[in-house]
Nanobody, 123 residues
Framework: QVQLVESGGGLVQAGGSLRLSCAAS????????IGWYRQAPGKQRELVTILGSGGSTTYGDSVKGRFTISRDNSKNTVYLQMESLKSEDTAVYYCYADLTRFVPGPNVREDYWGQGTQVTVSS
C-alpha cells in the first residue's frame, strides 16, 4: 500500500505565505500525477493544482499566479507554496496522487488521498 502524509497547514494572516508538503511512502509505485485539492465548508472539493509525470502543471483559476507546486523526486514529496493568501483560500487541503503500484500480476493504477491539512487565512 501507499500512504500520502501532508504537513504544513496552519493559521496565517491574509497576504501571508504558507508551504504544504505531501510525502508518498510505500513500496514499488510510480507517480503518474500528484497534486492538491481543497474543500471549504459547505463547498465541493476543488482542484488546486496537479503535476504530471512529464512535468506539466495545471492550476485552478483561483490560485494561478499565487500558488506553485514543486516536487522532490528523491523524497517522493510534493510541495505547495502558497503566496498572497486570501480568506477565501481557507479550506482543508488534500494531497492527491494517481499512482501505479507494481504488484505480482498486472500493475494496479489507483487514486490516493491524504488525510487533509487545515489552512486558515484570517482577514
Amino acid at each position: 500500500q501507499v500512504q500520502l502524509v501532508e504537513s504544513g497547514g496552519g493559521l496565517v494572516q491574509a497576504g501571508g505565505s504558507l508551504r504544504l508538503s505531501c510525502a508518498a511512502s510505500g513500496s514499488a509505485f510510480y507517480i503518474n500525477a500528484i497534486g492538491w485539492y481543497r474543500q471549504a465548508p459547505g463547498k465541493q472539493r476543488e482542484l488546486v493544482t496537479i503535476l504530471g509525470s512529464g512535468g506539466s502543471t495545471t492550476y485552478g483559476d483561483s490560485v494561478k499566479g499565487r500558488f506553485t507546486i514543486s516536487r522532490d523526486n528523491s523524497k517522493n514529496t510534493v510541495y505547495l507554496q502558497m503566496e498572497s493568501l486570501k480568506s477565501e483560500d481557507t479550506a482543508v487541503y488534500y494531497c492527491y496522487a494517481d499512482l501505479t503500484r507494481f504488484v505480482p500480476g498486472p500493475n494496479v493504477r489507483e487514486d490516493y488521498w491524504g488525510q487533509g491539512t487545515q489552512v486558515t487565512v484570517s482577514s
